[in-house]
């Protein structure tokens, strides 16, 4: 992997965690499109496309209810395809997962860590905020996008640093039969991460037939393929 | 003079921008409705305009895309002289339907509907083309909704109800439920078969196995079981397994 | 009793409420105490809306809620009691000894507040009055959805 690739990984990340809450939330934070573009920008979409459908899947798993905590999947899957290119095929899957729930984990945390800091810098303004000062008011929506940004940014690094470690020490102690164990692990732990979402959303009997009937359907589209 | 609307709506697209636990969405909100308030200062006082964004920024809370009818309709209600305790009291009474109608039609509507459709894209082979498709749809219906909300809180003030109730909207949430639920239902067989296609027999019975066992846990509450945790501890378990079987 | 909760929340109704609390109660009705909300008919429907047409929404004054209170814990399905501040809360069991818990659910910043948890900002008056209810024994813990832990009431005050 180049240096030039590394900077666009990184630039990737930020704008991809920049996605998740603060601007523009157009769901470039989806895995999916993070894993796909991360993958292009490596030369190689398969793999993008493969462990962008694994980290979808856990996505579904996450409500957003309240200020509940949760994990960070975008810059999370920006990384582990870094590390699952490394590795052909859907070997790379495993290791993918591991440096991505990593990072999606330490995201969640950053996040959390963000929002108090905002909370303090809130705190600081406010005889200017009940002032209606409007300099104030942007200045502070402003510095907090800034924060945000070098937050995603310092996630995507650690991910992509916990990305080169992994290519270096660990790919290489595991057989092809051992990296396909960690493969199917997280590919199972994703199937049912995004089957347990997806009931928890499919309440009333009226959607809980259009959801077996779909289901129907896109097993036997599986069986035919 | 014409109101700018435009700026308005390009402000809400960072109305999380500034997320604290104290005053939540409460200064993206205020950012955002500013530009609406300037006039204030005109056909009023300096001193009633800085009031007014004061106002603007108190705590608020809803679902992302929806912020802007609030955004709207406290800042038309601020034109119509509309007495301050109203205005705080007309922002607080809408955190709460437009917190759930967003929930209701996008984070359990369109947002994993396309999500659905772009996993079965994927697993049929389509590439990435797929993608390009899911943030072409999801973004028409998110930048529309945004659109649509502001300009109706803005055409309606304190009288925002009467927007809510509109026809469409329950429509639009018995559409996008049933569709929800066919697409991931597809998706979930589908991704299953893409993503367990390249692994030999055993590989595919240990996923099959991995995901049964996750879903009986994930389907326990009360054992306080997530992905994430679930992803952790079986990736970890995996690698012990996978580094000692040579 | 038929009364699940007492909760204090600035937000009044929303999702935490409804979905949050609604569900694993499987409440049947809402309580919504608060005097300038039952005098705004713009306010009730609004409050309506974010709510399933299966769960009945109440508002009510101060007064009212006085006067109806053991009416509402007769009902046979699970009921929530709301309230945007404290003092109302208070008044309300004052003198209903039947209430021994009261869920801290929202109550956000504003002057004269400090930050106590992420969701319970307080000035000393608010705090003092809740020490009140504590030693009335009434059990007071702060919560905002079922799935976290109750904070007594000592560890945030």
């Known amino acids: ?225 | 003079m014409k109101p700018p609307l435009g700026r308005t709506l390009l402000r809400l697209f960072t109305v999380q921008g500034s997320w604290n636990y104290e005053r939540m969405q409460g200064v993206g909100v205020g950012v955002a409705e500013e530009p609406l308030l300037r006039d204030l200062a005109v056909s009023r006082s300096a001193a009633a305009y800085r009031a007014a964004v004061a106002r603007a920024a108190h705590f608020f809370n809803a679902h992302p895309y929806l912020c802007g009818m609030a955004v709207g309709a406290a800042a038309r209600a601020e034109h119509d002289g509309t007495p301050p305790d109203q205005v705080e009291r007309l922002r607080t009474a809408l955190c709460g339907p437009l917190g759930s109608l967003g929930d209701r039609l996008v984070w359990a509507g369109w947002l994993p509907l396309n999500s659905g459709l772009a996993l079965v894209g994927v697993s049929l082979g389509l590439g990435w083309w797929t993608v390009v498709g899911f943030l072409a749809l999801y973004n028409a219906g998110h930048v529309a909704l945004r659109w649509w909300a502001l300009r109706a809180g803005w055409a309606r003030g304190m009288r925002v109800a009467e927007a809510l109730r509109q026809p469409v909207l329950q429509r639009a949430a018995a559409v996008v439920g049933p569709g929800m639920a066919l697409a991931m239902g597809a998706a979930l067989p589908l991704a299953a078969g893409y993503l367990g296609g390249p692994f030999p027999g055993w590989a595919r019975a240990l996923v099959a196995g991995v995901a049964g066992v996750g879903l009986v846990l994930l389907r326990l509450p009360r054992l306080g079981v997530t992905g994430l945790r679930f992803g952790l501890g079986v990736v970890a378990m995996a690698l012990v397994v996978g580094w000692a079987w040579r | 009793m038929s009364i699940k909760l007492f909760r204090i929340d600035d937000r009044l109704i929303h999702g935490q409420v409804v979905v949050g609390w609604g569900q694993p109660l499987h409440v049947g009705f809402i309580v919504l105490v608060d005097d300038a909300v039952r005098a705004s008919p713009v306010e009730q429907e609004l409050y309506r809306m974010g709510v399933p047409p299966h769960i009945d929404v109440i508002f009510a004054s101060l007064a009212e809620a006085v006067a109806q209170l053991p009416e509402w814990d007769a009902d046979p399905r699970p009921g929530i009691v709301l309230a945007g501040d404290i003092a109302t809360l208070a008044a309300l069991t004052e003198n209903c000894h039947r209430v021994t818990r009261i869920n801290v659910g929202g109550i956000h910043a504003r002057p004269g507040r400090s930050e106590r948890l992420r969701f319970v900002f307080l000035s000393d008056a608010e705090v003092e009055q809740l020490q009140r209810l504590a030693a009335r024994g009434v059990e007071v813990t702060a919560q905002d959805v079922p799935t976290a832990r109750p904070v007594p009431l000592a560890e945030f005050t």
């Open chain 1, 1 to 225: 992997m180049s240096l030039e690739q590394q900077g666009l990984l990184l630039v990737w990340g930020m704008l991809v965690g920049l996605d998740l809450a603060s601007v523009p939330q157009a769901m470039i934070a989806r895995p999916l499109v993070a894993g796909v573009v991360a993958g292009a920008i490596l030369g190689d979409v398969g793999t993008g496309l493969r462990l962008g459908v694994v980290f979808e899947l856990l996505q579904h798993d996450i409500l957003h209810l309240g200020a509940v905590r949760y994990p960070e999947y975008g810059p999370a899957t920006v990384a582990g395809v870094s590390v699952a290119h490394a590795a052909t095929g859907a070997l790379g899957i495993g290791f993918g997962a591991v440096v991505g729930l990593f990072t999606g984990l330490l995201g969640g945390v950053s996040l959390h860590a963000l929002r108090r800091l905002n909370t303090r810098a809130v705190q600081r303004a406010s005889d200017a905020l009940e002032a209606g000062d409007a300099a104030t008011l942007v200045r502070l929506h402003v510095t907090s996008l800034a924060r945000d940004a070098a937050r995603a940014a310092f996630v995507t690094a650690v991910g992509l640093l916990l990305a080169a470690g992994v290519r270096g020490f660990l790919v290489g102690t595991l057989t092809v039969r051992g990296a396909m164990v960690v493969a199917a692990a997280a590919t199972g732990a994703a199937i049912a991460a995004g089957a347990a979402g997806t009931l928890r959303l499919v309440g009333g009997r009226a959607t809980l037939g259009w959801f077996a009937a779909g289901l129907l359907g896109g097993a036997a589209g599986a069986w035919l393929k």
